[in-house]
């Protein structure tokens, strides 16, 4: 796809994890629901495949600075899971959850090998069947990038960002307390044979007390409170009383 023209439409999973603000850059019109960055200046500009932009969020409306001076206007942005085209040149594949997406343009994602060289956020999940990828857009989201791990029973690592659970018959998962206030915790039943029954029991759930993997995709979002976990959404899952 080629950079946005008019205001769109987005895909989002759950509310924002964080709004920020910008000053926009001179002669700059962003329109709503496209990626956003900072320039080398710190000004606010359309996400595009250039040295030196760094993402900070997508814009939650539209900003028009076509006739202004550096930061006449600011740009508001959310920072959370946003669905967006995925582009056909190197497109981003099912394989490539927990890796990093990279910015096309300002309203297409695409994978590292296309050339970009500025990084959109960690893909969390990819619809095959309307070609969306949902990623983590925004700079604060990049803390949240730790890789990936593939349980097949027990503890779940904290310091992997995106936990894929592998469910053979009946097996038993764990969480510890998050290591920080904010943490964000991915998890996605990639696995799920042999009439599958997996329950993670998280050592504090502010949701429940239980989550249910039994359905490959199954999936779900978590952020760490300070005190248990919160479930910020669920694909497919169940949560436990």
């Known amino acids: 796809m080629a950079a946005a023209t008019q205001n769109r439409e987005c895909l989002q999973l759950g ?34 495949n250039t040295a030196g932009l760094v993402v900070v969020g997508m814009s939650l409306a539209e900003f028009d600075n076509s006739a202004g001076a550096a930061g006449d ?39 590292e090998r296309e050339g970009s060289v500025v990084e959109a956020g960690p893909v969390f999940w990819y619809d095959s069947g309307d070609d969306i990828v ?34 053979t018959g009946t097996q038993a998962y764990t969480l510890a307390d998050g290591l920080y206030v904010g943490q964000i915790k991915y998890l996605r039943c990639t696995v ?28 779900y979002a978590l952020m760490w409170m300070g005190t248990a976990w919160r479930v910020l959404y669920v694909i497919g899952g169940a949560i436990g009383a």
């Open 15 to 48: 509310a924002p994890f964080k709004i920020g603000r910008g000053k926009i850059a001179a002669s700059t019109k962003i329109y709503a629901n496209t990626i956003v960055a900072r320039n080398t200046a710190g000004h606010i500009v359309p996400a595009a």
């Open 73 to 111: 206007l600011e740009c508001e942005y959310g920072v959370g899971v946003y669905g967006f085209p995925n582009d056909t040149g190197k497109p981003i594949a099912l394989a490539d959850s927990g890796r990093m997406a990279y910015v096309h343009d300002d309203q297409t994602l695409c994978d």
């Open 134 to 167: 949902y990623v983590t857009i925004g700079i604060e989201g990049r803390e949240y990038v730790l890789g990936e791990e593939t349980v097949t029973s027990g503890a779940l690592s904290l310091y992997k960002a995106v936990s894929l659970i592998s469910v």
């Open 192 to 219: 799920a044979a042999t009439t599958p029954d997996g329950t993670l029991t998280p050592t504090n759930l502010a949701d429940g007390s239980t989550l249910d993997f039994d359905a490959v995709e199954e999936a």
